[in-house]
């Protein structure tokens, strides 16, 4: 069984076009985290949820919004997506707050054309 | 402002050939640094957490330290399999986490 699993793997879009990406963690987490990596494989968390509650929000367009019904569950949906959005975005989840370690999903590749 | 800064950006070894990866960093207040391994396509595997100055962790051919002002990774006679990237991230006191740009290592048969 996936622990962190994300879907989908791949999103090959257009400019302008609203998309969302799925992820489940079935690990028993209080705590999950959007985080986006660049082609230069630099790692930036996004959002971090905890018990569904936003606990972190970092200077992120209000283009993408995280969405999180329960917490095994964090959606992000991304509105007009623009060519700098294209990136890897990994989903994690962690026992509790920063100071665990982080259990990533296997991420997925946006490409925005 | 909290930075991480890691080096070398690429490194590549002959299979045994022991080396080491270095993780700066300049934060206000350590609560822990993380490694992670990173294979292509997949997301990052933690390996080891260390929270005070002096602390080492080892598993198999790796072994993390800490200073106050650093971190390494030392890898013992490395096989192709420890190919991957290799990332560090530290988190502060106040609870934010900021990742480095990573190590990719390229071990040769």
């Known amino acids: 069984d996936t622990a962190v699993s994300q879907t989908p793997k791949y999103l090959v879009t257009q400019m302008g076009n609203d998309k969302s990406i799925k992820c489940e963690q079935n690990?028993?987490?209080?705590?999950m985290y959007w985080y986006k990596q660049d082609s230069k494989k630099f790692l930036k968390i996004m959002f971090s949820?905890?018990?569904?509650?936003?606990?972190i929000n970092e200077t992120v367009p209000n283009r993408f919004s995280p969405k999180s019904p329960d917490k095994a569950h964090l959606n992000l949906h991304i509105n007009s997506l623009e060519l700098g959005d294209s990136a890897v975005y990994f989903c994690?989840?962690?026992?509790?707050?920063?100071?665990?370690?982080?259990?990533f999903g296997s991420g997925t590749q946006l490409s925005v054309l | 402002e909290d930075q991480v800064t890691q080096s070398p950006e690429a490194l590549r070894l002959q299979e045994g050939e022991s080396s080491s990866l270095n993780c700066s960093y300049t934060?206000?207040?350590?609560?822990?640094l993380f490694w992670y391994r990173q294979d292509p396509g997949k997301g990052p595997e933690f390996l080891f957490t260390?929270?005070?100055a002096g602390e080492e962790k080892e598993k198999e051919r790796l072994k993390a330290t800490l200073t106050k002002k650093e971190s390494f990774l030392h890898i013992t006679a490395p096989k192709p399999e420890d190919s991957a990237t290799y990332l560090c991230?530290?988190?502060?006191?106040?609870?934010?986490?900021?990742f480095g740009d990573g190590t990719t290592l390229t071990v040769k048969p």
């Open positions: 994690a989840s962690s026992l509790s707050g920063h100071n665990e370690k982080l259990f």
């Open positions: 690990l028993g987490h209080d705590t």
């Open positions: 949820y905890n018990n569904k509650e936003l606990i």
């Open positions: 934060v206000s207040g350590l609560r822990g």
């Open positions: 260390l929270y005070s």
């Open positions: 991230a530290v988190v502060t006191n106040a609870g934010k986490s900021t």
